[in-house]
């Protein structure tokens, strides 16, 4: 986690008109190595973020924390940008996103986990896009927590897929505190992207996210010892040996 | 159902838990018909494999017979007789389409931390450890099986289960260690450990082609089987100087290739086995490495040491400096079981090998716990114990 090396001018720089066209404007911004900063926060935890009640009206320009982070998807540019653009997907790979709802082609709304019940919700619009290639996008005014984010899907070497390359900047609500406490809690906002970003390569690569979430286990509730049997070490065959066990098996 | 758990180093007990359930649509439920003691399973019993959580469940060679499919799994239906790799892998990433199913990306549910231990994770593994996923093992009645449509391998009816259980792990294992030795006419190939990986590996070099095997070991039983069954040279390493013997054996030259069946918890007799003893009981090193220090130092210039012994952490005094003079090949890791099971599946079925001749024990599952402590103490000149809870 970095301080980010945006300033205001080279964020409004980048500033395009939400119901902007896919033109040449954007294929420039898009070339622009600030353009790589955005949105998206979804993931980043945010457990501090229900403190939101501390966020100061001053932080308009997500700068703050910078993420960047990296991971080789074996689907083709066009298959990632068309599953990520679809933005109801986003909940199946991060964690921390609730819903996000999409009001038009620009706007949408977000709405991710907080501590408890708590829920920390903001609009967002895509101020960048280019088909196939990237998708940025920023929150907008009276954001829970001010956040900006891009996802650039840069096609790999043979057989390596697509490189998907994720830049996230955020405002926590109590500055660079409320990072240091959510690292404390566990949060550590880098390790939560890299963690989303591998549940979305598992989901487009193997069609599920491995898990042993419900699986047996003797920490089970109900779980109880067996109390050991007669012991018995033998060789032979499977029939011989049934036998020699009935003493034990009865034991039981 | 009933289920081996791990409970602690030296502690592992036979418990009544809840069945298992499909929870991913690439899933299956298998009921167990036979499954066994892996010599890995000791380094987890003696404490060697972090992560371990008590309540776990071990076990990572099983087969049996599916009871329940997911709603992906289309290849496999109810009844099917099936042997499941200990590897988990999702058959669809960069690693699995390249045969390297033990590295697949996508299988590991704890990837993260097997990537701060070793940079990057290899596959999900059964019973082996929550850095390798934390998937509930197969010593049970039933189990879960992840990714089924890619791993488990049905079994003709003409087989019996100890003819093919061991496809599952250590016949792959040991195949892969002999065929990583790239072996040519005239080779000399040297083994050391006689455990179950150890007689697979040299039955795998005789049939891959090598003039001469020499196992290497100090329990006589193994030895033995080592001799009767595959024809192997022998070398109990309390009674003679391994170095001496193998180059006297070979001319002067060294083995073309050595195979380290023994892995992280190698004892012996010399300065340097006790000396590690010594560091891994202070924990300034995790794992003891004998058999591979000697295997290089005695391996022929230019020739392979192929590691199937597991390792699971740092190795001390690693003699880089013999490796680099000689310029010796250095070939490892997890088996890539999905990899070798149909071509040994048919050496098997044309009698080429019968994997059952490794088997000493036949226990119930209800045993599990002295069939532990007696594979861990070597008693009763035991190599394999495989367990069925039909028994019980």
Redesign the interface.
Known sequence: MNETPLTQESIDGQNIESSGKNDGLFAKAAKHPFVTTGAILASAGFAYAAVKTIQSAADTIAREVHIETSI?I?KSPAELYRFWRDFKNLPLFMSNLESVTESDRWKSHWVAKGIGAARVEWDAEIYNEIENELIAWRSLENADVVNAGSVRFQKAPA???TYVRVTMNYNPPAGKLGATLAQLLGAEPT?LI??DL?RL??IL????????????????E?????L??V????????EE??EQ?SV??AA? | ???V???GKHDV?????????I????DAIIKITTTAICGSDLHLYDGYIPTM?????LGHEFMGEVVEVGS?VKNLKKGDRVVVPFTIA?????FC?RDLWSAC?????N??TAEVLYGFSGS?LFGYSHMM????GGQ?EYV?V??ADVGPLPIPDELSDEQVLFLSDIFPTGYMAAENCNIQPGDTVAVWGCGPVGQFAIKSAFLLGAERVVAIDDVPGRLRVAAEESHAETLNFNDQDIYEKLTEMTGGMGPDSCIDAVGLEAHGTTIDAIYDRAKTALYLATDRSHALRQAIHVCRKGGTVSVPGVYGGFLDKFPFGAAFSKGLTFKMGQTNVHKYLRPLLKIIQDGKIDPSFVI?????L??A???YS?FKQE??DCIKIVM?PE??
Not at chain 1, 205 to 217: H, L, P
Not at chain 2, 53 to 57: L, N, R
């Open positions: 080789a074996d057989g390596r897929g390790q890299k963690e591998r390569k598992q690569e193997a069609g599920e996210v491995a898990t042993i979430a419900g699986q047996s286990s003797g920490r089970a109900e779980a109880e010892p067996i050991p049997e012991k018995v070490a033998t060789m032979g065959h499977p040996h049934k066990l034990g098996a039981n | 159902m009933k289920a758990c791990w409970n007990q036979v418990m009544r838990v809840p069945d298992p359930s929870i991913n649509p690439r959580e008590k309540g776990d469940i992906s999702c058959g669809k990433c960069f389409k990306d996508n299988s590991n549910s990837a993260a999900g996923g934390g998937y509930a049970a879960r992840p990714f000493t024990h036949r226990l119930s209800n045993e716990a002295s069939g007696t008693k009763d069925k028994l019980n």
